[in-house]
């Protein structure tokens, strides 16, 4: 079956940029929307951002000038980049499958990022 | 700013039958929403359970069903169980952008 692996470095300074990597296993990345989400902790749950296969994106619009989300489909991978960070932007980040632009079915487990110096 | 709200928490007793709703600033929830609806319990990342209003996954529950109601998302557990006790989340759509819900805390005493 389809899993979802988030990694990246679990601790980030203020002002630098956070890089996270989703591995998509047990299934091809093409021919979906591949989407990122984030969970402060405590909080609720916050849309990042969303990727099609072939590569066209779609951002939150509070998050969109320092939000960027790649794919590469050799790697059956796709990334988030976010640039400035600050310490509101410390939480658990998911990745997700968009099935037909609608249906968020599939979820990572999680990955805490911190920011802090 | 787009807001979605789901009641803070609700409580049900086993066996019985609860409705969460999910409610949007800009007016009445319609099918062009494609309301989602997430369980999340302590620890776990959030599992889907409802897409597109009233859709199922291959993994929901019977006792899980998502409609429509008086122009909000809702979604209904009928004979809960104790392991429904868990943060149940909405998600709607706004033509290219999608706007969470800030969480629904049931509980099952």
């Known amino acids: 079956q389809v899993q979802l692996q988030e990694s990246g470095p679990g601790l980030v300074k203020p002002s630098e940029t956070l890089s996270l990597t989703c591995t998509v296993s047990?299934?091809?990345?093409?021919?979906?929307?591949w989407t990122w989400i984030r969970q402060p902790p405590g909080k609720g749950l916050e849309w990042i951002g969303y990727?099609?296969?072939?590569?066209?994106?779609n951002y939150n619009p509070s998050l969109k000038s320092r939000v960027t989300i790649s794919v590469d489909t050799s790697k059956n991978q796709f990334s988030l980049k976010l640039s400035s960070v600050t310490a509101a932007d410390t939480a658990v980040y998911y990745c997700?499958?968009?099935?037909?632009?609608?249906?968020?079915?599939?979820w990572g487990r999680g990955t805490l990022v911190t920011v802090s110096s | 700013q787009t807001v979605v709200t789901q009641e803070p928490s609700l409580t049900v007793s086993p066996g019985g039958t609860v409705t969460l709703t999910c409610a949007s600033s800009?007016?009445?929830?319609?099918?062009?929403?494609?309301p989602n609806w997430f369980q999340q319990k302590p620890g776990q990342a959030p599992r889907a359970l409802i897409y597109?209003?009233?859709n199922k996954h291959s993994w929901t529950p019977a006792r899980f069903s998502g409609s429509l109601l008086g122009g909000k998302a809702a979604l209904t557990l009928s004979g809960v169980q104790p392991e429904d006790e868990a943060e149940y989340y909405c998600?709607?759509?706004?033509?290219?952008?999608?706007?969470f819900g800030g969480g629904t805390k049931l509980t099952v005493l």
């Open positions: 997700a499958r968009l099935v037909g632009a609608t249906d968020f079915d599939l």
């Open positions: 047990g299934g091809s990345i093409s021919g979906y929307y």
């Open positions: 990727i099609y296969y072939t590569g066209s994106t």
């Open positions: 800009t007016g009445a929830v319609t099918y062009g929403y494609y």
């Open positions: 597109s209003t009233s």
């Open positions: 998600l709607l759509y706004y033509g290219d952008a999608w706007v």
